[in-house]
Each structure stands twice: as structure tokens, then as C-alpha cells.
């Protein structure tokens, strides 16, 4: 029982001067991280949909899936901002199976973490420079984020982290929204406990340094539904589910008070094409409540080319080799309803 140091990883500094971040990609960054955060902060109306493939596996599907996305954006830009899901790196409930881009660039091959820092920073800017538009991932690893932190405009912290005292810290130095998510409990408290530590002033030790952070006002709650004792999913989407979220927000004192609703995972129990149902229901309690609609900013959704999931090594092109995923014609036609409907 012991530690194998393989190899020194490169510093964020170093990664960062191998794969900079033009000027003008920069500008135009700031201009959508700007807009994003109005919609958080309640100067835009504007719905926000951070959607794509539940794990970016590869670089060419994920580009090809973003370009089509971009085609519907700009259909839909007076109403909806998307933000594409950029998935790099995922938990593993088991600790076996893909972990995403940053362990393995190529899901066949063995892991290889530098090459992986590597992809995945190039994947966002890829994503930046070809598109315009501007990106999410999880903060799997809190370590990592300096790695990435110039190139993300949206940040979440997954269920089995929220808990976790490092990622807390590290989000309240985040800059730009970042998503807490409910614990796979479903306890609301827990996730407001990290919202309210990730909104402070924070001191830490963090890649080797004492830091300060001076806390983040954009940091939200995600509800991504629960998994009670006996492993069954129970949904926390419904309009009953959001009355309670606001009335416990509106007690504590935490700033800009929003909620995006994961209309996967434990909400649809995993059944991908529930997603499209969930949606509306949202959009719909938005309709029917005012403090709903205040506190609704958009929705997450997991997309990609081809609809479903496969093993890995199947060889389908922009197929989920994670979990399953709405298809292209799907999640087109649900965000053209989505935007009729607001």
C-alpha cells in the first residue's frame, strides 16, 4: 500500500504560456462572462441553458456538436444564453470506468494526466476561438482549477463534492457563476452551507500557497435530484420543490439567490428523454409563480450528437460514452419550444 510518483505536472503558468488565450478571445470573454453574470444577478431576463454531452470525449465531435449549437443560439438570443456543457473530467460513484478528457485524451488509450491538462484547455479555447461562445465545466478537482480558471465563464460542483470543505474554498475564488449542487441526499441545507461558504472571504492553503479569496457572489444552487436508503431517485424539480427552495432562501442572507435545475441525473432518473418534460414543467412553474420565475435562471441539460449512451471503444460518433444523452434533432426542437414558450 503506497504512492507511485510517476511524473512532476506542469504548473498552471506553464500550461498556460503552451496554450495562451488571444486577445481577442479575451474581449470577447469578458463581454459574455458580463452578460452571464446579469442574468444571475437579475439585469437580464434572459433564460441561461448550459447544455451538451454528459462527458466531452473527444475534441471533433464536441466542436461539431458546438458549431450546430451556435446555429440555434443565434435563433434564439433575445430569450436564452447557452452556455455549452464542457465536461472534462468526471466522478465515478465506484472510482472505476472513464474520468473523462483529463485522465484519458483518448478513452481507448491509458490514462495520461499532462496530456490531459493538455486537451482540455485546448478543447475551451477551440471551443472560444471557433464558436464565440464561452464554456462550463466541474470542478472536479479543486487543484485543477488554475488550470482552467481564464477560460471558464460557468462552474459546478457536483453532488459528491458539495460536501467537501476544499471545494468550497476554492469556488469562493472562482470568478463567474458557480453552481452547488444538492448532495445526492437531496439535503437543502448542505447545499446552502456551501453556498454561504463559497459566498465568504476565504483562507486556505491552496497549490503549495496561503491564499486569500475575497468570496463570490455568483456562486447558486443546482437541484440535480436525490437518491433515497433504498437507492430510489426522487425528483426535486416539481413546482412544490421550488416554492420551498425560495421560501428557505428568502430566510438566510445570501446575495443574488438563483437555481438552475438539472433536468437529468437523480430528476429523471436517468432517463434521458425525460428531459424534454422536465423542462417545460419548469418553464411552466416559472409561469405560474412570479417568485419561481425570480428565482429560476435556467436549466442544465445533457445533449449530444447521437441520442443515448454506449460502452467505450463502441466507435459511434458523438454518441455518450457516459451517460445517456438527448440527440441533436431532440435538444434542437426543445430549445426552439423553450423559446416559443417564454
Known amino acids: 500500500m503506497s504512492f507511485e510518483f510517476i511524473k512532476q505536472l506542469p504548473k498552471p503558468y506553464q500550461i498556460k504560456e503552451l496554450c495562451p488565450v488571444s486577445d481577442d478571445v479575451v474581449a470577447m470573454k469578458k463581454q459574455r462572462d458580463q452578460e452571464l453574470a446579469d442574468i444571475f444577478t437579475g439585469k437580464s431576463d434572459k433564460f441561461l441553458l448550459v447544455m451538451g454531452p454528459c462527458s466531452a470525449d473527444n475534441e471533433p465531435a464536441v466542436l461539431e456538436y458546438v458549431h450546430r449549437l451556435k446555429d440555434v443560439q443565434d435563433q434564439v438570443k433575445d430569450k436564452i444564453m447557452i452556455i455549452p456543457r464542457i465536461y472534462t473530467n468526471k466522478p465515478r460513484t465506484t472510482g472505476k470506468g472513464y474520468k473523462g478528457m483529463l485522465h484519458q485524451p483518448d478513452p481507448e488509450k491509458k490514462p495520461d494526466l499532462v496530456a490531459g491538462i493538455i486537451a482540455i484547455r485546448k478543447l475551451h479555447i477551440d471551443v472560444m476561438e471557433q464558436t464565440g461562445f464561452t464554456t462550463a465545466d466541474e470542478m472536479l478537482y479543486p487543484e485543477n482549477q488554475w488550470y482552467l480558471n481564464d477560460v471558464l465563464s460557468y462552474t459546478a460542483i457536483g453532488a459528491r463534492s458539495v460536501e467537501d470543505q476544499q471545494h468550497r474554498l476554492v469556488a469562493s475564488g472562482v470568478e463567474g457563476p458557480c453552481g452547488m449542487k444538492n448532495p445526492t441526499s437531496g439535503d437543502y441545507n448542505v447545499m446552502f452551507n456551501s ?13 503549495g500557497w ?14 440535480r435530484g436525490a437518491t433515497n436508503k433504498h437507492g430510489q431517485n426522487i425528483p426535486n424539480y416539481h413546482y412544490e420543490d421550488l416554492i420551498r427552495l425560495y421560501t428557505m432562501y428568502m430566510k438566510k442572507d445570501l446575495k443574488n439567490p438563483a437555481v438552475l435545475i438539472d433536468c437529468n441525473h437523480s430528476n429523471s432518473n436517468k432517463q434521458h428523454m425525460e428531459q424534454i418534460r422536465i423542462a417545460k414543467e419548469v418553464i411552466n412553474s416559472c409561469r405560474y409563480s412570479n417568485d419561481i420565475k425570480s428565482l429560476v435562471k435556467g436549466l442544465m441539460i445533457e445533449s449530444y450528437l447521437v441520442e443515448g449512451s454506449q460502452p467505450v471503444g463502441n466507435g459511434i460518433y458523438g454518441k455518450s460514452i457516459t451517460d445517456p444523452c438527448l440527440g441533436w434533432q431532440a435538444s434542437e426542437q426543445l430549445v426552439y419550444e423553450l423559446a416559443e414558450i417564454l
Open 195 to 207: 453556498i454561504e461558504a463559497a459566498q465568504a472571504k476565504q483562507t486556505f492553503i491552496y497549490r
Open 210 to 223: 496561503e491564499v486569500n479569496t475575497t468570496g463570490n457572489d455568483l456562486t447558486h444552487a443546482i437541484l
